[in-house]
Structure formats: C-alpha cells, structure tokens
C-alpha cells in the first residue's frame, strides 16, 4: 500500500500530462477512499483534503495536456465572456456552485488567497485571469453569484463568475468532464477541479481539490507567465 501511494506522489511531481493523466483516470493513489473519490472532492473530507498534497515544486513542468474549449458565458453583470478573447493571459478556472458546504468554499478561499497575491504583484487581471463557473445555474442567479464572490472578497476585475441557462451551460460543463449527481441535503456532487490555462489556449495543469495548494498554484502561474515572455 505504502509502495501504491509512493509511486503515484512520483508521478506527481512528474510532467503534467503525467498529472492530468492520474485525475481524469480517476485513480486513487491507494488512499482509503473509493476508487475514483480522489478526483470527486465532494465525496471526500474537504477540511483534510491537504493530507494528501505532495511537496511545493519551485521548477514545475507544465507539460501541454489538451486544448481548452471555448466558451462564451455571462458574468454577474450579465456581461459576456468568451474563454478565447482572453488569450494572452493566463487562466484559472473553476467549477463550484453557491450553495455547498464543503469543496467549494474550500477551494474558492484558496483561490482568493492566490488572487491577493497576485495583486500584490500587479499581475491580477492584467496577466492573470481566474474564472468560476457554477455547475448549478437553476439555483445560482447572477445575483447568488454576486453574492458568493463577495463573500470571499473576490476582486471583480481580475476574477469573475460565470453562468448561462441550463441547455447553454450544458456543452461547457461536458467539454470540461463536469457532471452533478444530487445528495442529500440539498449538496451536489460534482469534480471539483480547476484547469490552469495558458496564455494561447492550452490547459497546462488540471488540479482537483485534492491536489489544489494555492502556493503551486501560484509557482506554476509565474512559470506559464516567465515562459509567454
């Protein structure tokens, strides 16, 4: 068992297509969890979801994994926005919904510290752009939305929350592996990842909650930044 979760910490740290390979295999590194809840961060223990993070790579290689799909959606003023009009930033985006309670705060909180430390370096919005895209928009209104991206002090010029209606939003969610299966309580359960995109399209990086430390995060944005010159 041991051996199992050592081998998948080395394929980690290795190439990202070596890391985007592991989530979208689903597999579970051999932590007692069900095969393929690693990725599904709302069927883990969000609180202890760090448990499992590998060590901060300060020379990441961000190897190119796939092409983003494009996408044109409405933010909370009802303005559109469309993934490849922002080509010459980098991209972090994610996929939450308002109302859960566990993996998503956590991972938007994470992005917020991110996005302050961007700032402090003049990169947010300029260079960086973060999006958030809720996977539940018969309940998130542009106005719950607004609502969420205040709570956790979300800086609008440099990160902004996107929904469409449901038949819209439908082929977003599927080019990206997003689906939702309701729980109980009202939660959804939905892979919670976020894509780092660079600044000519290219997804770079898919993490899950699991595997989501803001400081690589931030290493890995200031690499694909250094490498677009």
């Not at 300060?58 to 303005?79: E, H, K, Q």
């Not at 719950?144 to 449901?166: I, N, Q, T, V």
Request: charged content about 25%; hydrophobic content about 40%; aromatic content about 8%.
């Amino acid at each position: 068992m041991r051996d199992v979760t050592a081998t998948c910490r080395k394929i980690w740290r290795g190439d990202g297509w070596m890391r985007g390979l592991l989530l979208s295999s689903l597999f579970s590194c051999a932590l007692p969890f069900p095969l393929g809840a690693l990725a599904l961060a709302h069927e883990a223990d969000a609180p202890n979801a760090r448990a499992s993070q590998p060590e901060i790579s300060d020379s990441p290689r961000l190897s190119f994994i796939r092409p983003a799909s494009d996408f044109a959606l409405v933010d909370t003023n009802g303005r559109p926005v469309r993934l490849s009009a922002l080509r010459g930033r980098v991209v972090l985006l994610a996929f939450i919904y308002t109302s859960c309670s566990t993996a998503c705060p956590l991972l938007t909180q994470r992005m917020a510290w991110l996005q302050k430390e961007l700032s402090r370096s003049g990169l947010q919005g300029s260079q960086v752009q973060f999006l958030s895209v809720t996977v539940d928009p018969e309940r998130d209104s542009a106005a719950a939305l607004a609502r969420y991206a205040a709570r956790f002090g979300a800086e609008s010029d440099g990160w902004r929350f996107l929904r469409e209606e449901p038949e819209r939003l439908q082929p977003v969610l599927s080019a990206y592996g997003e689906w939702t299966r309701p729980i109980p309580d009202g939660e959804m359960d939905h892979p919670a990842r976020v894509f780092l995109i660079d600044s000519v399209g290219r997804i770079r990086e898919i993490y899950s909650l699991s595997f989501f430390d803001e400081r690589q995060a931030l290493v890995d944005i200031r690499a694909l930044l250094r490498e677009a010159g």
